[in-house]
């Protein structure tokens, strides 16, 4: 069983900045590719950002230049730094781990529980 517990999310004005951290516990074998992913009432799930096992980063064209993506692999910990926060990126973000386990060696997609992110104009 793998669980992932996300937190940092919150309140902040325009131009402010949070970080979100997710970590990731359980009979954990090996975690490739990572990810945040945020979803705003009404719309759809959409990917903010994904770094891969060797450190490759991939960002929506809406958060480049204001967010960062990274991990520490020993921790099995994601983070995303959030800079020049708008009102637009108010939605509950998930995070989101490609996971083997040491009783199945294939990967498996995990979720997060969602974390809450408003930015109040």
């Known amino acids: 069983q793998v669980q992932l517990v996300e937190s940092g999310g919150g309140l902040v004005q325009a131009g402010g900045s949070l970080r979100l951290s997710c970590a990731a516990s359980g009979s954990i074998f090996s975690i490739n590719d990572m990810g945040w992913y945020r979803q705003a009432p009404g719309k759809q799930r959409e990917l903010v950002a994904a770094?891969?096992?060797?450190?490759?980063?991939n960002y929506a064209d809406s958060v480049k230049g204001r967010f960062t993506i990274s991990r520490d692999s020993a921790k099995n910990t994601v983070y995303l730094q959030m800079n020049s926060l708008k009102p637009e990126d108010t939605a509950v973000y998930y995070c989101?781990?490609?996971?083997?386990?040491?009783?199945?060696?294939?990967?498996?997609?995990?979720w997060g529980q969602g974390t809450q992110v408003t930015v109040s104009s």
């Open positions: 770094i891969t096992i060797g450190g490759t980063t």
């Open positions: 989101n781990m490609f996971v083997a386990t040491w009783r199945q060696r294939q990967t498996y997609a995990y």
